[in-house]
């Protein structure tokens, strides 16, 4: 039997009930320097799984990417919807991740935040490779990574040895900067990095 955060129902509850400790209240300023370093090119485009109520489509949007963004929570999507300015380059699917139809080598970003750390370390390998799979090359997976234990999740944190070793067998590190505590809400203060990794040219 899959774990309970592995399905739906156990994000939808706490959605719905307003405990939602991870969500940041905005764009993370992270995010927003990154964007300033990277104004979309012609045709790029992001994906953003695990998206949640969707914080960070509109400024995506505004900076020139085409956005498609993904949760299985019903709840979370709604809240994403209705946050994106009408007529924003906006694609948003309430689907699984794992198994829903998207573009293979299709995206200049994939955008992380607080996606993977929902996910039971028993799942790292397919989520490196779902990610590598469907980045561009040369496109990059950005974002802001959790580090801390990886029992007793969620959150589970990447521990730095065994998940580093499976994203370093598809994409080569770029980038990694600390995240001023106060960037982060209170359950991930101190131990969100801002991380760039790039899918090699021949890949
Ligand atoms: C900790 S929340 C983070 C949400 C958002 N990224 C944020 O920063 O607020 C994890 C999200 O991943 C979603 N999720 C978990 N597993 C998923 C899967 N297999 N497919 C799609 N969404 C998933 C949950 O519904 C939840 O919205």
Redesign the pocket.
């Known amino acids: 039997m899959s774990p309970m955060h592995a399905e739906?129902e156990f994000?939808e509850e706490r959605y719905r009930a307003g405990q939602t400790p991870?969500?940041?209240p905005g764009v993370p300023p992270a995010l927003t320097r990154f964007l300033a370093r990277n104004p979309a090119r012609l045709g790029d485009t992001v994906l953003v799984?695990?998206?949640?109520?969707g914080?960070e489509l509109a400024a995506f949007a505004a900076a020139g990417y085409a956005v498609t963004a993904?949760?299985?929570?019903a709840t979370?999507v709604d809240r994403a919807r209705a946050r994106v300015p009408a007529g924003a380059a906006v694609a948003l699917h309430c689907?699984?991740?794992?198994t829903c139809p998207l573009a293979a080598a299709g995206y200049r970003l994939i955008y992380e935040?607080?996606?993977v750390c929902?996910?039971d370390p028993a799942r790292w390998a397919a989520v490196t490779a779902r990610i590598a799979s469907l980045l561009r090359p040369e496109g990059r997976w950005v974002g802001l990574f959790y580090e801390g234990p990886k029992e007793d999740g969620?959150p589970f944190g990447w521990d730095g040895g065994e998940a580093e070793e499976l994203l370093r067998a598809r994409l080569e590190p770029l980038l990694t900067l600390p995240v001023p505590p106060a960037e982060s809400p209170a359950l991930f203060a101190g131990r969100e990095w801002w991380r760039e990794w790039r899918r090699p040219a021949e890949a």
Do not use: I, K, N
């Open positions: 739906p994000w991870w969500e940041f799984p695990g998206c949640g109520s914080q993904v949760d299985f929570s979370a689907a699984d991740f794992f935040r607080t996606f929902a996910l969620p």
